[in-house]
Nanobody, 120 residues
Framework: QVQLVESGGGLVQAGGSLRLSCAAS????????MDWYRQAPGKQRELVAA???????NYAASVMGRFTISRDNAKNTVFLQMNSLKPEDTAVYYC??????????????WGQGTQVTVSS
């Protein structure tokens, strides 16, 4: 079985920064794509940023230039550095992994979510 543990959320003033982390645990051999989604109250869950095992990254237009996704393949961990935060970034942020190859097979998994609140 694979588990994702997120950390780093919290309350920050507009213009501030936060760094989210998500560590995947289990007998993992490799992870294809690691990404971050977010869901604000009353809105659909949306993709924020994604990164491949080779380090290629993509971002939502709303966070381009402010957020940076990175990963440590040796530790099966993905990070989201969020700078110049805006009140509209307030949401629950979810870690998501696709194509996890582990001793039980292959699967996709979600983290439990971490709250990010940006005050104006």
């Amino acid at each position: 079985q694979v588990q994702l543990v997120e950390s780093g959320g919290g309350l920050v003033q507009a213009g501030g920064s936060l760094r989210l982390s998500c560590a995947a645990s289990g007998s993992i051999f490799s992870i294809n794509i690691m990404d971050w989604y977010r869901q604000a109250p009353g809105k659909q869950r949306e993709l924020v940023a994604a990164i491949t095992g080779g380090g290629s990254a993509n971002y939502a237009a709303s966070v381009m230039g402010r957020f940076t996704i990175s990963r440590d393949n040796a530790k099966n961990t993905v990070f989201l550095q969020m700078n110049s935060l805006k009140p509209e970034d307030t949401a629950v942020y979810y870690c998501h992994v696709l194509g996890v190859v582990y001793d039980g097979g292959v699967g996709n998994y979600w983290g439990q979510g971490t709250q990010v609140t940006v005050s104006s």
